[in-house]
C-alpha cells in the first residue's frame, strides 16, 4: 500500500469536485473491497475522499410509489429495510446471500455497485490481467477460469461483477443517480452502468472520473413473484457461481410478465431480455421454462473451467422461474 | 451395546477424578477476552516492522534486484537482499540423512540468487511500520532469468521415483503375499483412481515473529507447535548454538502441522534483529502463507480389491503418487494406515513422488489418512456396492485378528464396536442402499460411512512440578496449546494425581527454558506431556511421602503403611492422614520438584509388541439440490474409541474440527497450482474454501468407553486427528448414495455433480 492523503466530504457536490481535481483521487465509503486493493497494491490512490458520511443514507418512497436508496444505504441496513422486505423481496434475498454479516454492516450501496472482480489473477501483481494493467494480456482465458464469464466476455477479459445486490437491482429496473463534479445530476439505468469489457476491461462502468453515485431509484415492483437464488460452493461466504433473480407475473396458468437477471455469468448483472419476452403469453409449463432457460444462455462460451457454467446457469433459470410461478 | 461417555455422562470407577471431567478450558477466558498474547501481539520498544517481499517467478534467478527506491522511502531502516544477507549455511540435500534432521536442519533465506519456487522471499524490508515496510516492498524492482519449471503433477506421473522412507521414517512399500495374483483370482474386484488436490492448512493465526537479541541471546516470541524444533531449526541456520536460543509460544492461533518446523519469517526476523540491533517483527501475509508454510500435495492413489463373493478380501493393494518439492523431499504417507486397517492375505502398499517446481509440502493434520482414508474408504464403499453387502458389514467381515502386516496384537481395538454403535444411534438401517433413490422435496438425500484408524505415536517428553507451602502447584514443560485444550488435560492430570484442586495447579507452557516435550503434532500431545507429567507427578509424590515420613516435623513421621494415597487435599498413609499444604509447610518450607519423563513411543518394548491405533466410525447424511447440485451437510456423527478421555469437552471439541476438516476436504478444500506459471491461483481465504458455520449442520460426538494399558500409563491414546480420518470418505459416500455420481476427484464441487445429474421434472 502506498501512502496517501484522506479527507472526510463536507458536501456531495465537494466531494464529487474534490475527486475530479485529482487524477489519482477516489471515494471510499465502506472500504470493503477498496483497502484490500490498496493493501496489495492494485488500486493506488493518492488521495481518498471519504463519503461514508455523507446525508446520503435514506430509503425514502418516490412519488412514482418506488424507492430510492441512498448511495450510503448499508447493505445490512437495505435487506432489513421493511419495504424492501415487503415489496422487493428478492433485493432483500440477494443482500443477504452476499458477504459476511461484518462485510453487509460496512458495505454501501453504491460501493455494492462499483466493487471490482475477484479475478484472482486481477488481484495478483505478477500475473498478467488487462483490467490491471491494460495490454498485459488476460492470465485467465487459459488459465484457472471456474469463477469466470460466460457472456458478454472478450478475449481481453473474462472477469465476473461479483455482486449480488446488482442482480437483483437488474432485475428491478433500478435506475442510478449521479452528481458530477459541476453539480449536474444524471440518471443511468442500472444497465447501462457497467461496460462489458470489449478492449478496454479497466474501464468498468460509464462514470466519469468524479461522478459520484448519490442514489439508487427502484421503480414499484413489477406485479408478480420474486425469486433470488444464489448457486455457490459453500453455503455461506462465496460468491455466487451463477445467481438467478426472477420475477413471474401469472394469470391463470398463463405467464403475463417475466423478468431474469443473472449474476456471476458476466461483467455486469445480465438480463435475459430475449428469454423475458418468449416467456409472455406461455404456459407454466416444465417446458416453457426450460426454453426460456436456453434463451437466457443463447450465445454462452465456456472457457474451459467454467464450462459448467452453462448447464447450471440453464438449470437455475428453469428452477428459479418455477419457483417465481409457483410452480416448484 | 456399547459403554460410551459424552460430555453429559462421564465414566466413574477407576478415573473418578479430575481427569476425563469436561471442564471448561483454563485458557479460555484469557482468549475470550483478548488477554491470551500471541506472536504478533508482543511488543517491544523500539521494535521495528519487517515485510517480505516474494519472487513473481517460481523457477530461475534474479538477475538485478533494485533497492534504491525502497531504501529512500521513510521509515525504511534495512532492506535484505541475497546481496546483504548475512551468511547462513547453504540448505543441503533434498533428503536429510535422519528423520529427525528434517526438523531441525537449517532453513536459510535470502542466502542466494536463485529462486526454488513461486513467493519465495528475494527480499525483506524493516522499517519503523509496518505501512512504511509493505509500501518500500512495492518499490523493489527485479530482472529475473526464468527457467521452465515443472509444476503439472498429473502430467509428470511417468518421472515419479521411490523415495528411500515416507514421512516419520515409515517404509516406503510394504509387500505380503502374492497381491497380484489373489487379485487376477478373486471374483469380485474394485480398481479405482481418486485424485486428491493441493491443500493448505490455514490457521487463523498466520506465521509471525518477534525476535529481540540481547547480547548473545536471541529471544524468539512466534507461532510454534513444538519449541526444540523451532530452536534447532534458528540456531542451525544462524550458526548459534541452540542454548543462546530461547523460543517463547504460550498461545497459538492453530497449527495443524504447518508450525512444526520454522520458516521464514522467524529465520527473517532474528536476522533483521541482529543486524539493525533492534527488535524485529514480521508475519506472513496469508497469500505468503500458501507459498511459504507448507501444503499437503495432490495426489493420485489407485485402490485395488480383490474379494470373495461373500466380501472376504483376498487382496489389497494402495498405491500412492504424490507430488513433491524438486529440492526438499516430503513423502506423506498416505498408504500406511492400509497396513493395519483390514485384513487380507495379500497386500501391496507403494508410495511414489513427482518432483514439482514448488515449496516442500508439510505434515499436514493426519498426514496419511486424510488424504488416504479419503480414497481407501470410498473404494470399500464402492466395493460393498458391487457385493450388495451393507459397508459395515462388509468392514465387519474383514476384521483382523492381529496387525495384518506386523503380525502383533491390538493394543486395543474398537472399529467394529464404534461402526455397530454409530449404525444404531444414526440410524444406518434407514439408509437405502440403492443411490439417487430417496427424495425429499427438490433434494436428494444420502447416507455414508467410513471407517477411522490413526497410529498412536508418543514423543519423547520431560516435566518438572513443584509444590509450594500452600499446597499451590506448578508444572513446567515446554509442551505447546495449539487450542486443543492442553492446558486443561495437563492441570487435570496434575490434579488427578495429586489429589488436589484445579485451583491449585498451574500449568506453564511454551517456553523453550522449561523441560523438552515433542510439543503439538501427530496427535501425539496429550499422550506424551501429560505421561512425563504423570510421571513427575508420581516422583513428586514419591518425595513427599519420604519426607513426611522420615521428617520429625511431620505428622506423618514414622508412618510405615505402605499404603498412601493423595486426594481432597490430604496424604494418607495407612489409617494416618494430614492436609498436603500443612504438611509441606511443616516439612518443607521451600516445597517440592521432581521431574518425571516418557521414552519415544518406537523405542519402547511396548510399542514394539502391540499395533497401536485409535478407532473410530464417521457417519455422514447430505442433501444435494437436485438441481444445481449443490451438496449440502444435514449431519454428521462419529463413534470415537481412543483410550482414555482426559477431558469429554476438549475432545469432543477436536474431533467436532477434524469433522468439518473432513467435509472441508470431501466438498471444498483445493489450492490450484497454475501449470504455467507455479503459482497458486486462489492464495486468499476468499478463494480457497474451507468450511464457514452454515456448512457444518448438525454433529454428534460419541466415544467409547476404553482404556489402554499399553499406549503409556495414562491410557489415553492420540486423538486429534482421528476426527479427520475417514470423515471425507462418510461425506463422499453419502454424496453417491443420494446422487448415483461416484466423483474420485476430490473436492466434490457441484459441477463435478451436475453433468451426471438427470433433470427433475417441475
Not at chain 2, 148 to 164: L, T
Not at chain 2, 171 to 185: C, K, L, N, R, Y
Not at chain 2, 426 to 431: C, P, Y
Not at chain 2, 533 to 558: D, F, M, T, V, W
Request: charged fraction near 20%.
Amino acid at each position: 500500500m502506498q501512502s496517501f492523503t484522506y479527507e472526510r466530504a463536507e458536501s456531495t457536490e465537494q466531494a464529487a469536485a474534490a475527486v475530479a481535481a485529482r487524477p489519482d483521487a477516489r471515494f471510499i465509503s465502506g472500504g470493503t473491497n477498496l483497502l484490500d486493493l490498496m493493501k496489495l497494491g492494485i488500486e493506488r490512490p493518492a488521495h481518498l475522499v471519504d463519503i461514508s458520511r455523507l446525508p446520503l443514507d435514506r430509503i425514502e418512497e418516490t412519488d412514482e410509489g418506488g424507492l430510492r436508496i441512498g448511495a450510503q444505504v448499508r447493505n445490512s441496513d437495505l435487506a432489513a429495510d421493511p419495504q424492501v422486505r415487503l415489496r422487493y423481496p428478492m433485493l432483500a434475498q440477494a443482500l443477504l446471500a452476499g458477504a459476511s454479516g461484518q462485510i453487509r454492516n460496512k458495505a454501501s450501496t453504491a460501493g455494492n455497485l462499483l466493487q471490482r472482480t475477484r479475478c484472482p489473477y486481477f488481484y495478483d501483481r505478477n500475473m498478467p490481467c488487462n483490467k490491471r494493467e491494460q495490454g498485459s494480456g488476460c492470465a485467465a482465458l487459459q488459465g484457472f477460469n471456474r469463477m469466470h464469464a460466460v457472456l458478454g466476455a472478450s478475449k481481453a477479459c473474462i472477469a465476473v461483477h461479483p455482486s449480488d445486490m446488482a442482480v437483483a437491482m437488474s432485475g428491478l429496473d433500478a435506475r442510478i443517480e449521479t452528481i458530477s463534479p459541476r453539480g449536474e445530476t444524471r440518471t443511468i439505468p442500472i444497465g447501462d452502468l457497467h461496460r462489458l469489457p470489449e478492449a478496454m476491461p479497466d474501464v468498468e462502468t460509464v462514470l466519469a472520473h468524479g461522478e459520484m453515485i448519490a442514489s439508487v431509484t427502484l421503480p414499484p415492483p413489477p406485479p408478480g413473484r420474486q425469486v433470488y437464488r444464489k448457486v455457490r460452493d459453500r453455503a455461506s461466504y462465496a460468491f455466487a457461481l451463477v445467481s438467478v433473480a426472477a420475477i413471474v407475473e401469472k394469470s391463470g396458468d398463463r405467464i403475463r410478465s417475466a423478468r431474469i437477471a443473472m449474476g456471476g455469468v458476466a461483467a455486469k448483472p445480465w438480463r435475459a431480455t430475449a428469454a423475458e419476452h418468449a416467456l409472455v403469453g406461455a404456459a407454466t409449463s416444465d417446458t416453457a421454462f426450460t426454453d426460456a432457460a436456453e434463451a437466457a444462455l443463447a450465445g454462452a462460451v465456456g472457457h474451459g473451467g467454467n464450462d459448467f457454467k452453462i448447464p447450471l446457469a440453464k438449470r437455475t433459470v428453469r428452477y428459479t422461474l418455477a419457483t417465481a410461478a409457483e410452480r416448484a | 451395546m456399547a459403554k460410551t461417555m459424552t460430555s453429559e455422562n462421564r465414566p466413574s470407577g477407576p478415573h473418578s477424578g479430575a481427569i476425563g471431567r469436561p471442564i471448561d478450558r483454563i485458557d479460555g477466558p484469557l482468549k475470550v477476552t483478548g488477554r491470551a498474547t500471541y506472536a504478533y501481539e508482543n511488543a517491544l520498544e523500539d521494535m521495528a516492522y519487517g515485510c517480505i517481499l516474494g519472487a513473481a517467478i517460481a523457477k530461475g534467478r534474479i538477475a538485478e534486484i533494485d533497492t534504491a527506491e525502497a531504501e529512500r522511502t521513510p521509515g525504511v531502516l534495512l532492506v535484505m537482499t541475497h546481496r546483504n544477507a548475512p551468511a547462513q549455511p547453504d540448505f543441503g540435500p533434498a533428503v536429510t540423512p535422519t528423520v529427525p534432521e528434517v526438523f531441525t536442519r537449517a532453513r536459510p533465506a535470502l542466502n542466494s540468487r536463485w529462486v526454488r519456487y513461486y513467493d519465495e522471499p528475494i527480499a525483506l524490508v524493516v522499517a519503523e511500520t509496518f505501512e512504511a515496510a509493505r509500501a518500500a516492498a512495492g518499490l523493489i524492482r527485479v530482472r529475473y532469468d526464468a527457467e521452465p519449471g515443472r509444476y503439472d503433477f498429473r502430467m509428470r506421473v511417468a518421472e515419479a521415483y521411490a523415495p528411500k522412507r515416507t514421512n516419520a521414517g515409515l517404509e516406503t512399500d510394504s509387500v505380503i503375499g502374492d497381491f497380484e495374483s489373489a487379485f487376477a483370482a478373486a471374483p469380485v474386484k474394485i480398481d479405482t483412481a481418486y485424485r486428491t488436490p493441493f491443500e493448505h492448512h490455514n490457521p487463523m493465526e498466520p506465521h509471525a515473529t518477534l525476535a529481540a537479541w540481547s547480547g548473545n541471546e536471541l529471544t524468539i516470541h512466534t507461532s510454534a507447535q513444538t519449541l526444540v524444533n523451532f530452536r534447532a531449526g534458528v540456531a542451525s541456520t544462524l550458526g548459534i548454538p541452540p542454548e543462546r536460543v530461547r523460543i517463547v509460544s504460550p498461545f497459538i492461533g492453530g497449527g495443524f502441522g504447518c508450525k512444526l518446523i520454522v520458516h521464514a519469517d522467524t529465520i527473517l526476523a532474528a536476522l533483521a534483529a541482529q543486524a539493525l540491533q533492534r527488535p524485529v517483527k514480521i508475519a506472513l501475509t496469508r497469500q505468503q502463507m500458501f507459498a511459504n508454510a507448507g501444503h499437503r500435495a495432490e495426489m493420485i492413489q489407485q485402490v485395488r480389491l480383490g474379494a470373495d463373493n461373500d466380501g472376504r478380501l483376498a487382496g489389497i493393494s494402495h498405491d500412492v503418487w504424490s507430488a513433491t518439492s524438486s529440492f526438499e523431499e516430503y513423502c506423506e504417507q498416505t498408504a500406511a494406515f492400509t497396513r493395519s486397517l483390514y485384513a487380507a492375505p495379500n497386500r501391496i502398499t507403494r508410495h511414489r513422488l513427482v518432483p514439482l517446481d514448488i515449496n516442500r509440502g508439510e505434515w499436514m493434520r493426519s498426514p496419511g489418512e486424510a488424504p488416504g482414508m479419503l480414497a481407501f474408504e470410498c473404494a470399500m464403499d464402492e466395493l460393498a456396492e458391487r457385493l450388495s453387502l451393507d459397508p459395515i458389514e462388509l468392514r465387519t467381515r474383514n476384521e483382523p485378528a492381529q496387525d495384518p502386516e506386523r503380525g502383533v496384537p491390538f493394543s486395543t481395538r474398537n472399529l467394529v464396536a464404534c461402526m455397530e454403535e454409530g449404525a444404531r444411534r444414526f440410524g444406518w438401517q434407514r439408509r437405502d442402499p440403492t443411490p439417487g433413490r430417496t427424495r425429499e422435496g427438490r433434494k436428494l438425500i444420502g447416507y455414508g460411512m467410513a471407517a477411522a484408524i490413526r497410529p498412536n505415536y508418543i514423543g519423547a517428553a520431560t516435566a518438572r512440578v513443584a509444590i509450594d507451602r500452600n499446597g499451590q502447584v506448578t508444572a513446567w514443560l515446554d509442551m505447546t496449546d495449539i487450542g486443543t485444550g492442553t492446558y486443561t488435560i495437563l492441570t487435570q492430570i496434575a490434579a488427578e494425581s495429586l489429589g488436589l484442586p484445579i485451583a491449585s495447579v498451574k500449568v506453564k507452557l511454551g517456553d523453550s527454558r522449561f523441560p523438552r516435550t515433542a510439543g503439538s503434532g501427530g496427535s501425539w500431545g496429550a499422550a506424551s506431556a501429560g505421561s512425563a507429567l504423570y510421571n513427575a507427578c508420581n516422583a513428586l509424590k514419591q518425595r513427599i511421602l519420604e519426607a513426611a515420613r522420615s521428617s520429625e516435623a511431620s505428622p506423618l513421621h514414622g508412618a510405615n503403611a505402605t499404603e498412601a494415597s493423595f486426594a481432597d487435599g490430604e496424604v494418607r498413609v495407612g489409617q494416618r492422614s494430614a492436609s498436603l499444604a500443612d504438611l509441606i509447610a511443616e516439612i518443607a518450607p521451600d516445597g517440592f520438584e521432581a521431574e518425571g519423563s516418557v521414552a519415544a513411543g518406537a523405542t519402547t518394548e511396548s510399542y514394539k509388541a502391540y499395533s497401536q491405533h485409535s478407532y473410530g466410525a464417521h457417519f455422514a447424511e447430505v442433501e444435494v439440490d437436485c438441481d444445481t447440485s449443490e451438496i449440502r451437510m444435514r449431519r454428521m456423527l462419529a463413534v470415537m474409541a481412543a483410550g482414555r478421555i482426559l477431558n469429554a469437552k476438549t475432545a469432543r471439541s477436536q474431533i467436532l474440527g477434524g469433522m468439518a476438516w473432513g467435509i472441508g476436504a470431501a466438498l471444498m478444500e483445493e489450492t490450484v497450482l497454475d501449470p504455467r506459471s507455479g503459482h497458486f491461483v486462489n492464495h486468499d481465504l476468499a478463494e480457497y474454501h474451507v468450511p464457514v458455520n452454515g456448512d457444518i449442520a448438525e454433529m454428534e460426538v460419541v466415544f467409547l468407553e476404553e482404556h489402554d494399558d499399553k499406549a503409556n500409563p495414562l491410557g489415553a491414546k492420540g486423538l486429534g486427528e482421528l476426527g479427520v480420518c475417514g470423515a471425507g470418505a462418510a461425506v463422499a459416500n453419502a454424496v453417491y448414495n443420494a446422487t448415483g455420481v461416484r466423483v474420485r476427484e476430490f473436492p466434490i464441487t457441484l459441477d463435478k455433480v451436475l453433468a451426471a445429474l438427470p433433470l427433475t421434472a417441475i
